[in-house]
T-cell receptor, first 112, second 115 residues
């Protein structure tokens, strides 16, 4: 079945460092891909998305490109801030109305 | 902008008690979902409803039942709570059949403890 695999955390970075969180997927068909962020004690918020191959999603300085050839959707940010400390989830959706599949989440901790 | 609303936000149950988690969305979405979140395991799908009138099992359905009461509401019931069901529960919805059909919207979560 479809699945999402994320790099294990926790990831600890200093402020202004470059961030990469790896995400790879297996899927039949043409899924849409998402990154969600969860701040402590809160629900999940959509960070960015891409709906077809080669699309780049971006928001708040974060970017991810839908790479069908490598089945990847890695999250990047050029300069992280302490306020970016959170858990990040990669996810995919099957066709309209179908299941939503999440990775296990990657905890990011940014130190001043 | 209510979005996806879950109740209750916090609940403590004794083993064997029953309860229902309520979820409602005001975005006219077709699909609704219940997930549980446990440390180190991400989000796991319990049940989902692709459209009004249908429900399907997800990855971890045992011990739960669901009802898609109407297009807006999707409830999750624990008939006989067990300590293994201590978790954070998230309801989510998705348009399903529109241009933005694949974007998922989450509620704020319900923290459930079974003692």
């Amino acid at each position: 079945g479809d699945s999402v695999t994320q790099m294990e955390g926790p990831v600890t970075l200093s402020e202004e460092a470059f961030l990469t969180i790896n995400c790879t997927y297996t899927a039949t068909g043409y899924p849409s891909l998402f990154w969600y962020v969860q701040y402590p004690g809160e629900g999940l918020q959509l960070l960015l998305k891409a709906t077809k191959a080669d699309d780049k999603g971006s928001n708040k300085g974060f970017e991810a490109t839908y790479r069908k050839e490598t089945t990847s959707f890695h999250l990047e940010k050029g300069s992280v801030q302490v306020s970016d400390s959170a858990v990040y989830f990669c996810a995919l959706t099957e066709n309209q109305g179908g299941k939503l599949i999440f990775g296990q989440g990657t905890e990011l901790s940014v130190k001043p | 902008n209510a979005g996806v609303t879950q109740t209750p936000k916090f609940q403590v149950l004794k083993t064997g008690q029953s309860m229902t988690l309520q979820c409602a969305q005001d975005m006219n979405h077709n699909s609704m979902y219940w997930y549980r979140q446990d440390p180190g395991m991400g989000l796991r799908l319990i049940y989902y409803s692709a459209s009004e009138g249908t429900t399907d099992k997800g990855e971890v359905p045992n011990g739960y039942n669901v009802s898609r009461l109407n297009k807006r509401e999707f409830s999750l019931r624990l008939e006989s709570a067990a300590p293994s069901q201590t978790s954070v529960y998230f309801c989510a919805s998705r348009p399903g059949f529109t241009q933005d059909g694949n974007t998922i919207y989450f509620g704020e979560g319900s923290w459930l403890t079974v003692v």
